[in-house]
């Protein structure tokens, strides 16, 4: 808190200073432009609340089940048990999404593929798995289909 009100005290500083002026960019604060013309870009550094990047996962699969493990946390009554078969066949999952781009690109449709999903489950925890599965393959094996 001290940190970014300090710094916000800084920034006003600068701006004070004869020849500065902010620059014509969204977020004014983080932008500013020098009577010589040149723009000054705060916006990576913490005086504009940048901040480390997450670690991003090695691939593809990696990605897709960790953001699969976040979106399971959201339902608590099966939660564990999809957790565990996540862990125990993580494959599992990625092969299901990459079965969903295939039967997108044969011309199904996402809501059809979430029914057929539903017909051919009865437990809860295979029709949330479904779900959470079918919406990540368009974002990690398809991106391009299902729009």
């Known amino acids: 808190m001290k940190l970014k009100y300090l710094s916000a005290i800084a920034l006003t500083a600068i701006c004070l200073l004869p020849g500065v002026s902010y620059a014509q960019e969204q977020d004014y604060a983080c932008f500013l432009t020098t009577a010589s013309g040149n723009t000054v870009n705060f916006s990576q550094t913490s005086l504009c609340g940048a901040q480390k990047p997450a670690p991003t996962p090695v691939n593809t699969d990696e990605a ?65 798995n479904a779900q959470i599965i079918t919406n990540l393959a368009t974002k990690y094996y398809c991106p391009n289909e299902g729009k």
């Open 64 to 128: 897709f089940l960790a953001e699969y493990k976040r979106q399971v946390m959201q339902y608590a009554g099966v939660r564990d048990n999809l957790l565990a078969n996540a862990e125990q066949s993580p494959q599992v999952g990625s092969l299901q999404a990459q079965k969903v781009c295939s039967d997108l690109k044969s011309g199904l449709t996402l809501d059809e593929i979430k029914q057929k999903q539903i017909a051919e489950t009865v437990e809860q925890s295979s029709i949330i």
